[in-house]
């Protein structure tokens, strides 16, 4: 193996250091989950193309990750297709499955699977890896973990606050810096397209979704490019340049467009959860009506949210969620869902930054036997035992070698104590502990191994 | 959607208390990893293929869950190849990247990365999933937990009797019956190769991974059909027929054998480890040497291992592992390295089989405060902050539907307690609780609430 060999473009490895700190946000997520109720659930890595196909919009399906046929199955390649330059049926040909680009969509088949088993509302939490091809950039990764509630069977906005209160939970408990929310209908964004006579809700949504890049005045010259009505245009310019509280938005919005019956329902529900947050006492987020507000996926029906990084921090959203009606069943009320994901690994840069992980991640002692030969081994075998059935954490050098080689072997994996039992000490019933940070040495009974080392631990 | 969808084959979906089971099973698992101070890392999901083409044998390497290229790399599909019918090369033109099959190679990659970082020996696990496009069976899935530990840098035995105990403090943990835990050297495998002037110790290894299936017989006959030396069949048929303890064994096999050197130095391993292996106080395992013991993967270069189900359970091995010597980087000695997996979801099998899960896996209490509407939700939310601040898990209900559909809800989910606090109770300020189980209802002054609360978690 001369070649050099690497992580695959966009993931990573992680040290053990970096897992006890992942572990540590990790179990504050679902610590939280938890307490709200939320049953957790696992799916596979990967879907069959079946469920996934179509649920995103077209850019987002490009970056999956498909599975290559295996066996006679990729005898199907459709050359033909290859042959004409339509690469994308070539690959759908060699391929049925995917690796989960997100939680929802997997969660909708899980349901769809499990309807008759599931009590409904459907309360669950998921976190999970997704896959997706992006190029990498700060904070974003090909391979990442995504942490996901979702609420489904209720079309209540008492749904969107628990999930909201789910954040403002975390963030506290992480002792984050207070975070602005955005917050969004897509009701309001197809009322402003129908009024702009555009095809489809997703041609402004994806123009908004450049806001932050290229700025109001960007996405109002991109408008203009489309032969749209001006009136409209000059219309949403105003509603997008309003700076002002929520409410005063909300009515600046209503006397522009009140003959518009969908978005004036998108302005209601906005308006009924801004105000019914008053009762659930955030202390870590202020919620912000933001016209530009998009959101890319396709399968959003009503309101979206999404969470800023604190300002200091430009790694865009750490977490974001909206409302899906028709992504189990169409048309089924039932089963209308809202859920949030947690940008678990932006918040992780962030809580690095900050210095917000906990000193305590790593205060159980760990401990080496030197090893003095086979023939000594029964002692320090008994001894080890007893300590790690008290799971303290020991290792007996294993093998022989120089005794400088041990000591070092120690020093660079950081051990705290170094235990020696060599003929003498097996002789005289006395061991030698060795404190690796002061360098003090004591003699201690062997008989008295396990407490006095509990006593450290 | 109205077609079913399902989860792809050979994958499942987990549910909450299948998770907390796995969680339960995977922490005996980890701690016992830890106490003996081997240090945790991830790896990517996926791997370029150079890193692990070519490591496990050409079967294994067809069981690769290959990643489709996407965009224009996909241009580079190999046409000729194809019409050629040369699927494995048209197939391998199509991906530069597979999902992981095992952990030891991705831990080699790891090791070749990170060459100048680690301290050596270094012992690490790891626990993340693997897939192989196999035929699914009992306890055998396309996506499952693989739970390694390993040892690189040491050639000592004392690397694979620390492995051996590792299993058996982890047996003696879930409380499981006493297993067998076969071993082998792939040098006597090579020894008895050579013999029979086999070309590789493959050929030998894959007719003897047979044994379980066809029995010695079997095995016997399908060496009889290459045309080898008669005699060196022979001398193998009594060795496979053997009945004996280990000494015997050993015994028997130098006297048959004894010019052979190869075949000599794993022998002679073979009883050092049985022999230190007495000092260990195992308790859990009995060590059987089994010359009929081959196992699969190719990159095994000395003492093999295998742990087999206990016997009542005829769902083959729940354990194995072996010695690699050239895995990292060829012929240096300082990267010998010798490892172990457990076959988490048999073992999960057994423990469900023989009702070894703990029954105190769902302690936490949970309850439900019924919802009378919006107005009402300040006095609400504030109790549910002030027990979620105490990790108590309960909830709102997410609407004000009618009454009976809430307690539906709290009975189908198995909630312990629902908590009643509408107009009257807001007046008087005391509360009602209702044990779900017993279906007593107790009056409680709202102030109390948390006190009361935590008494019955």
């Given at each position: 193996?001369?070649?050099?060999?690497?992580?695959?473009?966009?993931?990573?490895?992680?040290?053990?250091?970096?897992?006890?700190k992942?572990?540590?946000?990790?179990?504050?997520?679902?610590?939280?989950f938890?307490?709200?109720?939320?049953?957790?659930?696992?799916?596979?890595?990967?879907?069959?193309l079946?469920?996934?196909?179509?649920?995103?919009?077209?850019?987002?399906?490009?970056l999956?990750?498909?599975?290559?046929?295996?066996?006679?199955?990729i005898?199907?390649?459709?050359?033909?297709?290859?042959k004409?330059?339509?690469?994308?049926?070539?690959?759908?040909?060699?391929?049925?499955?995917?690796?989960?680009?997100?939680?929802?969509?997997?969660?909708?088949?899980?349901?769809s699977?499990?309807?008759?088993?599931?009590?409904?509302?459907?309360?669950?939490?998921?976190t999970?890896?997704?896959?997706?091809?992006?190029?990498?950039?700060?904070?974003?990764?090909?391979?990442?973990?995504?942490?996901?509630?979702?609420?489904?069977g209720?079309?209540?906005?008492l749904?969107?606050?628990?999930?909201i209160?789910?954040?403002?939970t975390?963030?506290?408990?992480?002792?984050?810096?207070?975070?602005?929310?955005?917050?969004?209908?897509?009701?309001i964004?197809?009322?402003?397209?129908?009024?702009?006579?555009?095809?489809?809700v997703?041609?402004?949504?994806?123009?908004?979704?450049?806001?932050?890049?290229?700025?109001?005045?960007?996405?109002?010259k991109e408008?203009?490019e489309?032969?749209?009505?001006?009136?409209?245009?000059?219309?949403?310019?105003?509603?997008l340049?309003?700076?002002?509280t929520?409410?005063?938005?909300?009515?600046?919005?209503?006397?522009?467009?009140?003959?518009?019956q969908?978005?004036?329902?998108?302005?209601?529900?906005?308006e009924?959860?801004?105000?019914?947050s008053?009762?659930?006492?955030?202390?870590?987020?202020?919620?912000?009506?933001?016209?530009s507000l998009?959101?890319?996926?396709?399968?959003?029906?009503?309101?979206?949210?999404e969470?800023s990084?604190?300002?200091?921090?430009?790694?865009?959203?750490?977490?974001g969620?909206?409302?899906?009606?028709?992504?189990?069943?169409?048309?089924n009320?039932r089963?209308?869902?809202?859920?949030?994901?947690?940008?678990?690994?932006?918040?992780?840069?962030?809580?690095?930054?900050?210095?917000?992980?906990?000193?305590?991640?790593?205060?159980?002692?760990?401990?080496?036997?030197?090893?003095?030969?086979?023939?000594?081994?029964d002692?320090?075998?008994?001894?080890?035992?007893?300590?790690?059935?008290?799971n303290?954490?020991?290792?007996l050098?294993?093998?022989?070698?120089?005794?400088?080689?041990?000591?070092?072997?120690?020093?660079?994996?950081?051990?705290?104590?170094?235990?020696?039992?060599?003929?003498e000490?097996?002789?005289?019933?006395?061991?030698?502990?060795?404190?690796?940070?002061?360098?003090?040495?004591?003699t201690?009974?062997?008989?008295?191994?396990?407490?006095?080392?509990?006593?450290?631990?």
């Amino acid at each position: 193996m001369s070649q050099k060999l690497n992580t695959p473009k966009g993931t990573r490895d992680f040290s053990s250091l970096e897992i006890k700190k992942r572990e540590y946000l990790l179990n504050v997520l679902k610590n939280c989950f938890k307490s709200f109720n939320f049953q957790e659930i696992q799916t596979p890595s990967f879907e069959n193309l079946t469920t996934l196909r179509g649920k995103y919009g077209d850019d987002e399906d490009n970056l999956m990750f498909k599975i290559l046929s295996s066996g006679d199955k990729i005898k199907k390649a459709d050359i033909d297709a290859f042959k004409n330059n339509k690469l994308s049926k070539f690959s759908n040909s060699l391929s049925d499955k995917a690796l989960r680009y997100d939680l929802t969509v997997p969660l909708s088949r899980f349901i769809s699977q499990n309807l008759n088993d599931i009590s409904f509302p459907f309360k669950r939490f998921q976190t999970q890896l997704v896959w997706r091809a992006e190029r990498p950039q700060k904070g974003r990764y090909r391979e990442f973990l995504q942490c996901d509630v979702d609420i489904i069977g209720e079309s209540n906005i008492l749904n969107e606050l628990e999930c909201i209160k789910v954040y403002d939970t975390v963030f506290k408990k992480l002792g984050m810096p207070k975070v602005n929310l955005r917050i969004n209908n897509r009701q309001i964004l197809e009322g402003v397209s129908k009024l702009m006579k555009l095809e489809s809700v997703k041609e402004i949504a994806s123009i908004l979704d450049k806001t932050d890049k290229i700025g109001v005045d960007g996405v109002i010259k991109e408008l203009k490019e489309r032969d749209l009505p001006d009136n409209s245009i000059n219309q949403l310019k105003t509603l997008l340049n309003f700076q002002g509280t929520n409410q005063e938005k909300i009515k600046n919005l209503r006397s522009l467009f009140n003959s518009n019956q969908i978005l004036s329902n998108g302005v209601d529900l906005i308006e009924e959860i801004i105000k019914t947050s008053q009762k659930f006492n955030f202390s870590n987020i202020n919620i912000n009506l933001d016209l530009s507000l998009a959101r890319g996926l396709s399968y959003y029906t009503g309101t979206i949210i999404e969470v800023s990084s604190p300002e200091e921090f430009n790694i865009g959203s750490i977490g974001g969620g909206g409302r899906y009606d028709d992504l189990v069943q169409k048309n089924n009320p039932r089963l209308s869902g809202f859920g949030i994901s947690f940008g678990f690994d932006r918040i992780f840069l962030i809580l690095e930054e900050l210095k917000l992980f906990p000193n305590e991640l790593n205060t159980s002692k760990s401990f080496l036997f030197l090893n003095f030969g086979l023939e000594n081994l029964d002692t320090l075998i008994s001894c080890v035992d007893k300590l790690r059935e008290k799971n303290i954490i020991c290792e007996l050098y294993p093998s022989d070698v120089k005794i400088k080689k041990q000591m070092d072997y120690a020093n660079q994996k950081g051990i705290d104590y170094v235990i020696i039992i060599g003929q003498e000490e097996l002789r005289s019933k006395n061991f030698k502990l060795k404190d690796m940070k002061s360098g003090d040495e004591s003699t201690i009974n062997i008989n008295n191994i396990l407490s006095e080392i509990e006593n450290l631990n």
